[in-house]
């Protein structure tokens, strides 16, 4: 089953909003740069969206594990 999301905006500042392709329960992990998980949340809606205050300028990495397990992984910038 495809398990695709998007990220808006991105570049962001302050707020992200992830929009999921696929309905049904699902983990979202966010790591920075050095591999250190820094957000984790779990969901059934189609959107999730989540706060970058505190956090440094750069790239971190977003992935969303759908109930049978398959993956993906995507960026967000975060600019401040």
């Known amino acids: ?9 991105n570049p962001t500042s302050d707020l992200a909003t ?3 392709s696929q309905a049904g329960v699902k983990s979202i992990v ?12 779990c969901t059934s809606n189609d959107s999730e969206s989540f706060t970058t205050a505190g956090w440094d300028d750069g790239v ?3 992935t969303v594990t ?14 401040k």
């Open 1 to 9: 089953p495809e398990n695709s999301f998007v990220v808006f905006p």
């Open 18 to 20: 992830l929009r999921f």
């Open 30 to 41: 966010i790591y920075n740069a050095l591999g250190s998980r820094i957000f984790y949340s």
């Open 60 to 62: 971190y990495f977003i």
């Open 66 to 79: 759908n109930k049978e397990g398959v993956s993906t992984t995507g960026k967000v910038h975060i600019l």
